[in-house]
């Protein structure tokens, strides 16, 4: 092994009974800078002799030498057992259980704040909306009222009926027992009217317009729409998402109506073929029994479900990652998200009205 104008001169076999020896020769010139190493007078290398090699390297670090006078042979072993090509294994860090919770938080108070800026651009753009129409399509209005509202009315209709019809069914069996027969029709109206009427209605809209909200946002958000809207000075919150929150506010007070109407409907069915009692009766103690108070708090609460649908939705649909997949995931879980916050604004509904100490 000699050392001569930068060139590293190799002799002989490296292999594994040499390469114990030739370790030891090159440690003189590790701090030497070697541009070179030159294999002509190498005459074999076997699998040692090839680490051998890979060691210089790495010894070297970034100053590494090109191999130079190679023979095919020992070219061949090279490129078959050098480990320099092959990608290092990555041992990925335990996080500990502070990293997570701070990461937690970081991602927390990110979307969180992601979150207000859209909650503040929906509510400024839609308020401005009522009174400038610029920056929307004509008659996106009422092209999304008859998707959000007329399209769902069916459906809604009947499962509002099929409900009004299992909850009188149910606590027929136990009022006849006491002769309170009467009694079902107060349980159908402030049911339907304070809570089956607005929930039923908001868990059908976010599973049906809250997915298609999230998913036409998230596609466009994919294919680059969104940006092209931008490019040309179009608000995307205004162009999309205003028509949508216009649409679901004035859909949502007469779809609760028709639900709560409805599911009376079905425990009329109910207390008329079960109970013996008549429709005049029946109608006559929902309206004695319900209040102002009752009215205004299903129809007001159902304002706030439907703007929590809209607002998950858009929020969802545009911060989406990836493709194909990642508009499904998101869509998914927008659904999700509506219809958690809608039971948790129910639930608080209740405890600010109707909770007493």
Known sequence: MKL??????????????TVTASLREFSQFRNETIGKIDMKKV?????????FLDEIYLSLGEN???LI???NEIDNAFKTFS?????????????SIFEFIGNGFYKWRNSSKNAIYLLADIFYWSFVGIFNKKGQRKGSVVQQSLFIGVDAFGIIGLLSFILGLILALQSAAQLRQF?????????????????????????????????SIASEIATMKVTEEID???????????????????????????????STII???????????????????YFNRVIDVLTLKDVLVGLGKSYFFAWVIVIIGSYYGFNVKGGAEGVGKVTTQSVVASIFWVIILDAINSLIFYFKV
């Open 263 to 281: 599911g009376i409907f079905g425990g009329l069915i109910v207390a008329v073929t079960y109970l013996d009692l008549s429709a005049i009766a």
């Open 4 to 17: 001569k104008d930068k060139t590293l001169t190799l002799e002989g076999e490296l292999t594994k009974f």
């Open 43 to 51: 005459t074999f290398a076997d699998s040692a002799g090839i680490a």
């Open 83 to 95: 480990s320099l090509d092959i990608e290092k294994v990555v041992v990925k860090k335990t996080i």
């Open 179 to 211: 002769g309170a027969n009467i009694f079902v029709a107060d349980l159908m109206a402030i049911s339907m009217v304070t809570e089956m009427g607005p929930i039923l209605t908001a868990i059908i809209l976010a599973g049906r317009s809250g997915s």
């Open 228 to 258: 092209a809207l931008k490019m040309m000075a179009i608000n995307p919150i205004r162009y999309v998402v205003v028509p949508k929150f216009h649409a679901i506010t004035i859909c949502i007070p007469l779809l609760v109506t028709a």
């Open 64 to 66: 590494s030498p090109a």
């Open 69 to 71: 006078n190679m023979s």
